[in-house]
């Protein structure tokens, strides 16, 4: 729950989760976030992400991806009073709360044992406090005036019937929805692309990046080798450790073989989906984009990718995600090269949290070479 409402991520029933998805599908289809003005804001966004990584000879991107996340769902959210934390201030250090904190356990203990709550409150102050930092951005931005066509804001506030509590908690769970999972799939995969063994790939993706002239007509989501690096990280560092639970249906369902009676909750898990098969994912713990390139086999990688969960509950954001992760590699690999700073010590081994997996230490420190001055040095 969100401060106390049940909304598009926690409606159980399928006819309330049902009307509460078709009041705002429409903001998340991939034709809407396709549309200039939302690519815009994620571009500007991506922009100013390369500028905060390029300014000293390392940079943290664990923090600046969190801050693009941020920046990204905030304008869909709301724009014009989306976030601009990668430029610093207050609502960086709203990152800052948000993204490090450790708070999920405390969220599963406070479900199954409710009347323990006056010890969170003493135990987790801290996280209480990033809550109500993001409660009140949320709540102030909501009842500025004038958002934009394309926000969630603008639809929500066609039904004023939901109340505006109602409409501050349906935002917040998108935007906390969209931060660690964007944010720590795209950490990965640029720690990944910066590995010296790597050095083809992030080769072959600057190359490609190149041929792209928005200025043409071009389409980056027509970029393959773009489109494969992302399906490629989505299936090895998606936030999806955590079984995604359903209740079998009142008159129960054969899975595999087994009668599962109705009531009875299954759950499947994207970590194991996309590694479990080999046939399937050959070296399946390995980072090959190459292999979504292959026709061969298409229809068995499509049917276990798992990354954004299936069905009716599919991850509403999806598309947004994608295109956040378009634009960021765009500003980044069509100008710089990457690789571990000399002052990266941290571990990146993945760390579970429940809804999402985390870089374990939360810092992940890369140099940014321009491509421009290497090629005049050279
Ligand atoms: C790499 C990025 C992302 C991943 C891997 C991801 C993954 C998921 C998954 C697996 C689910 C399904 C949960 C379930 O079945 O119960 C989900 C649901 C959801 N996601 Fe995402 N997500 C991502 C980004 C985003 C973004 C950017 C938003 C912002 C709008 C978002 C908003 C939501 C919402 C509101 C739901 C609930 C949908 C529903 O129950 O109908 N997600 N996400």
Known sequence: MQHGHRNLFTAIDKKEHNVKKRRIADRYTNTAVLQSNVQEQLRERAEAFVNACTRGTSADIYFYLHCYALDCVSAMAFHPYGTKSIDGGAESEMVRRLSYHNSRPALVLRHYFPFLKYLYGVVFRRNMKHSNMLFEYAWSSMNEASHSDFTLASRLLEHPEMGMPNMVAECLDHIGAG???????????????SQTR????????????????????????????????????????????????RYVPNDGRIIDGYHIPGGAIVSAQSFTLHRLDETVFPNSWG??????????????????????????????????????MRQLLYAVYSKYRTSPAEDMHASMEMDDQLLTTRPKDMICKLKFTSLELESTES
């Open 287 to 324: 980072f090959c984009p190459e292999r979504w390139l292959e026709e061969n086999g298409n229809t068995e990688r499509q049917r276990l990718m798992f990354a954004f969960g299936a069905g009716a509950r599919t991850c509403i954001g999806k598309f947004l995600a994608i295109s956040e």
């Open 198 to 245: 790597n050095d083809q790939k992030q080769k072959r993706l600057s190359e490609e990046l190149q041929t792209y002239h928005p200025e043409n007509g071009d389409k980056l989501e027509s970029l393959p080798y773009l489109g494969a690096v992302i399906e490629e990280s989505l299936r090895l560092w998606a936030p999806g450790t955590q079984s995604l639970p």
């Open 179 to 193: 931060i660690d999972t964007t944010g720590d799939t795209l950490c990965f995969l640029m720690w990944e692309l």
